[in-house]
């Protein structure tokens, strides 16, 4: 199984719902990310989880919480968004974060388009 | 910091032209590590090469080419003979090594959005 999976494919939400977005892998990779990317712009980086723990979070507000419940998946609750929040999330994996290249090859998921009301 | 620099916003070519996407990155790390994705309307981004700081070799995989030039911090993708399949935005990308020891995320630069028509 080389891919890595992403539920929902479209969400949409108000802005007072709570809802999660699911991310799963399984190819052993231990490191897993987050990106957001709005309409024509590139992804951004939002989360790294390593070894299931949180590497980096690039100052992304509370709102969005992430969560690495094992090796295989990734989850990203969100609560109280805004409208300004409606883009595309994409999750990804690489085999772990290290030195070496072959390790920070980043896997994608198809990404979950997300819309705030 | 990183930078990634995409100067082609739009290429438009005929089916069959070659066509060189450029890529222009900055970095203060000796270790780091450059990559090239397909992102195709359907919006999934697709893995198609990667370069650690150290290798420079060109490299070729069928129609598709990289020049890895660190005196020009470039990393240039050529598409030999395009098709309209290759339409899409490209985006090359740059990751660094974490402080942690491991690596950093991907930063991406803005896109070239390349398209061929028949």
């Known amino acids: 199984d080389t891919e890595v999976t992403q539920t929902p494919k479209h969400l949409v939400m108000g802005m007072t719902n709570k809802k999660s977005l699911k991310c799963e892998q399984h190819m052993g990779h231990r490191a897993m990310y987050w990106y957001k990317q709005k309409a024509k712009k590139p992804p951004e980086l939002m989360f790294v989880?390593?070894?299931?723990?949180?590497?980096i979070n690039e100052s992304v507000p509370s709102r969005f919480s992430p969560e690495c419940p094992n090796s295989s998946l990734l989850n990203l609750h969100l609560h109280a968004l805004q409208p300004e929040d409606s883009a595309l999330y994409l999750c990804?994996?690489?085999?772990?974060?290290?030195?070496?290249?072959?390790?920070?090859?980043?896997?994608f998921g198809p990404g979950t388009r997300l819309t705030v009301l | 910091a990183q930078k990634v620099t995409q100067a082609q916003t739009e290429i438009s070519v005929v089916e069959k032209e070659d066509v060189t996407l450029d890529c222009v990155y900055e970095?203060?790390?000796?270790?780091?590590?450059l990559f090239w994705y397909k992102q195709p309307p359907s919006g999934e981004l697709v893995f198609l090469i990667r370069?650690?700081?150290?290798?420079?070799q060109n490299e070729i995989s069928g129609r598709y080419s990289w020049n890895f030039q660190k005196s020009t911090s470039s990393f240039n993708f050529t598409i030999t003979a395009s098709q309209v399949v290759d339409s899409a935005v490209y985006f090359c990308a740059l990751s660094e090594v974490y402080s942690g020891g491991g690596a950093d995320g991907l930063t991406f630069g803005k896109g070239t959005h390349l398209i061929i028509q028949p």
């Open positions: 370069r650690n700081s150290f290798d420079e």
């Open positions: 989880y390593s070894y299931e723990k949180l590497s």
């Open positions: 970095t203060r790390d000796t270790t780091y590590y």
């Open positions: 990804a994996s690489s085999p772990r974060q290290g030195r070496r290249a072959e390790y920070n090859e980043q896997f």
